[in-house]
């Protein structure tokens, strides 16, 4: 919008209070509803900025950055993952899984997916990944 509205001038008409973000990642997670994931994704705009698209993958390039993820391993151009631009290095996701673990399996995350669970082991090394499946 340009001009930007003056923010601490304006006079809030109405406020409406989401399910809390655990709630809205479940269908998300399991279903796969893209929409969902491109709202989400533009939580990660700056607090002030508008939540543009460009705003949001900003944002996400520096939460990423925070958790040790190097800008190289990553490109993100949508928040469904449906183009063929998104890619992620395998370092990438282990690096978010990490920084997602939850040993008490109470984080929204954990909560979001289907009970089933799967392991991958890997003889000679030191790490496991077990996940829960999103399929029946």
């Not at 631009?85 to 978010?96: G, I, K, M, P």
Request: proline residues 7%.
């Amino acid at each position: 919008v340009h001009p930007r509205p003056n923010v601490a001038s304006s006079t809030v008409l109405y406020t409406h209070r989401s399910k809390p973000l655990r709630d809205i990642v479940q269908p998300l997670l399991k279903e796969s509803i893209n929409l969902y994931a491109e709202s989400v994704m533009r939580l990660n705009a700056a607090a002030g900025q508008l939540p543009t698209n460009d705003a949001a993958l900003e944002g996400f390039g520096k939460r990423l950055a925070a958790w040790g993820v190097p800008a190289a391993a990553q490109q993100q151009v949508d928040g469904s993952g449906l183009s063929r631009r998104d890619t992620v290095s395998a370092e990438t996701v282990l690096a978010v899984l990490q920084h997602m673990h939850d040993p008490s399996g109470s984080s929204p995350f954990a909560g979001s997916r289907p009970a089933r669970r799967r392991s991958l082991t890997r003889p000679g090394c030191q790490w496991r990944v077990t996940w829960r499946a999103t399929w029946a």
